[in-house]
């Protein structure tokens, strides 16, 4: 087994679990969509990289060139969580609001479809998702 792509592919999952037990305990719905959505608390991207790369280095050692390889490709991921996939998403939120307020304009028949927004991370939701992935890799390594 593939212990590395495993650990990265459960902490994937716990970080979409853990998406939707948020929104349940903070506006009591079940929101089952968030198992399959991008961006929110915790970032399962930055919890997928960090798992592998924490993985990667307990089974290859911190001076392999895999644990480099993962260490770039992680960092390389949860920048641009934060940045170009960001920056889309408060663009995506704009664009929205611009049709919104100018769809008196639009012919009937035609509405312009809305973007989606939920795109990127803050800085916190890459943390969260850096120590769930980091946490991930570490108990199932020690444990």
């Given at each position: 087994?593939?212990?590395?792509?495993?650990?990265?592919?459960?902490?994937?999952?716990?970080?979409?679990?853990?998406?939707?037990?948020?929104?349940?305990?903070?506006?009591?719905?079940?929101?089952?969509?968030?198992?399959?959505?991008?961006?929110?608390?915790?970032?399962?991207?930055?919890?997928?990289?960090?798992?592998?790369?924490?993985?990667?280095?307990?089974?290859?050692?911190?001076?392999s060139p895999y644990f480099a390889i993962?260490?770039?490709?992680?960092?390389?991921?949860?920048?641009?969580?934060?940045?170009?996939?960001?920056?889309?998403?408060?663009?995506?939120?704009?664009?929205?609001?611009?049709?919104?307020?100018?769809?008196?304009?639009?012919?009937?028949?035609?509405?312009p479809q809305v973007l989606k927004t939920?795109?990127?991370?803050?800085?916190?939701?890459?943390?969260?998702?850096?120590?769930?992935?980091?946490?991930?890799?570490?108990?199932?390594?020690?444990?």
């Amino acid at each position: 087994m593939n212990i590395p792509l495993f650990l990265a592919l459960v902490a994937t999952a716990l970080a979409q679990l853990i998406k939707v037990l948020l929104v349940l305990l903070t506006e009591r719905r079940f929101a089952g969509e968030r198992l399959l959505e991008t961006g929110g608390m915790p970032s399962s991207h930055s919890a997928a990289v960090t798992a592998l790369a924490t993985s990667i280095g307990f089974t290859e050692g911190i001076t392999s060139p895999y644990f480099a390889i993962a260490m770039v490709f992680g960092g390389i991921v949860m920048y641009d969580a934060t940045g170009i996939r960001r920056a889309a998403g408060i663009q995506a939120e704009m664009i929205n609001e611009l049709v919104d307020n100018l769809s008196h304009l639009f012919d009937e028949g035609f509405q312009p479809q809305v973007l989606k927004t939920l795109l990127g991370h803050t800085y916190p939701q890459v943390l969260a998702g850096a120590l769930l992935g980091i946490l991930t890799g570490l108990c199932a390594n020690l444990f």
